[in-house]
């Protein structure tokens, strides 16, 4: 309710995500799901995303201690998920929580039973740590995302070629969102006749988002955050790297939740 015609976004709500993810766990016949992730607010936006989707039973949530001094021992919790006979685990702990998180599930053998679905845990920023780590577990969950190092457009061929030959790592999710914005603002500019004190004309350009994309062509909702195509993803070794590999369509064509609580006509 608070969109402004001054903002734009490149990447989804929270909510997007773990909504795509929802879908893949209906697509993969998950029937009852244990969602764990941290007391923040975004630990419940992505929360509240897959619960949006997923059409089976959540059999438990928690949410563990977040900030400065933020829980690191899952082990009580990770305990409740198993004995809950759930089909699958939903994690969500970015950064330093991520490794905490996939090492206390290799040692209490959560996942004897359980499949494994996360957002912004198992990603292209942790997968080569985990690599190094020898924590095979992670390989076969499973993600979701409108982007992925394999997405077939020639933008997004060139990006990850570029980046592997500089750095001689694939890139990740966050790395694809920050190259992907220059080209947009260049794109709005000389839509807008090279003239950056054109306010309207630049608005106008940005709103239809017509540049070369890594992810394809898209637009975007009124409250200007992205209509994307969200894919299902699997962590999976390739050339001796493990990272994202793509699967199918899962969700597109959908406008975040909060889209209608925009009072912008666009």
């Not at 977040?66 to 198993?82: H, I, M, N, R, T």
């Not at 992907?180 to 988002?209: F, M, N, W």
């Not at 070369?212 to 390739?238: Q, T």
């Amino acid at each position: 309710k608070r969109c402004h015609e001054n903002f734009f976004a490149t990447r989804g709500q929270n909510d997007m995500l773990p909504m795509a993810l929802g879908e893949v766990m209906n697509a993969d016949g998950i029937k009852s799901l244990y969602i764990l992730a941290p007391n923040y607010a975004a630990g419940k936006d992505v929360a509240k995303g897959v619960e949006r989707t997923f059409k089976g039973k959540i059999a438990g949530r928690d949410f563990t201690k977040w900030g400065a001094d933020a829980q690191l021992d899952f082990s009580a919790e990770l305990a409740k998920a198993k004995a809950s006979g759930a089909d699958a685990l939903f994690v969500f702990y970015p950064g330093r929580a991520s490794a905490a998180i996939v090492n206390q599930l290799k040692q209490a053998e959560t996942l004897s039973n359980m499949k494994l679905y996360s957002v912004y845990t198992i990603d292209g920023l942790s997968l080569p740590r985990f690599q190094k780590a020898g924590l095979d577990l992670v390989l076969g969950s499973r993600l979701a995302d409108y982007w992925s190092p394999d997405l077939a457009t020639p933008e997004n061929k060139k990006f990850v070629e570029g980046f592997v030959a500089k750095t001689g790592r694939l890139p990740s999710n966050y790395a694809a969102a920050a190259y992907d914005l220059l080209p947009y603002l260049k794109a709005a500019i000389e839509q807008a006749g090279g003239d950056v004190s054109k306010t309207d004309a630049v608005r106008e350009a940005l709103r239809k988002a017509n540049y070369k994309s890594v992810r394809g062509s898209y637009k975007l909702a009124k409250n200007h955050f992205p209509i994307d195509n969200y894919y299902a993803l699997k962590a999976d070794a390739v050339d001796g790297r493990w990272t994202k590999v793509l699967g199918d369509k899962v969700m597109g064509g959908r406008a975040d939740p909060y889209t209608e609580t925009c009072a912008m006509g666009k």
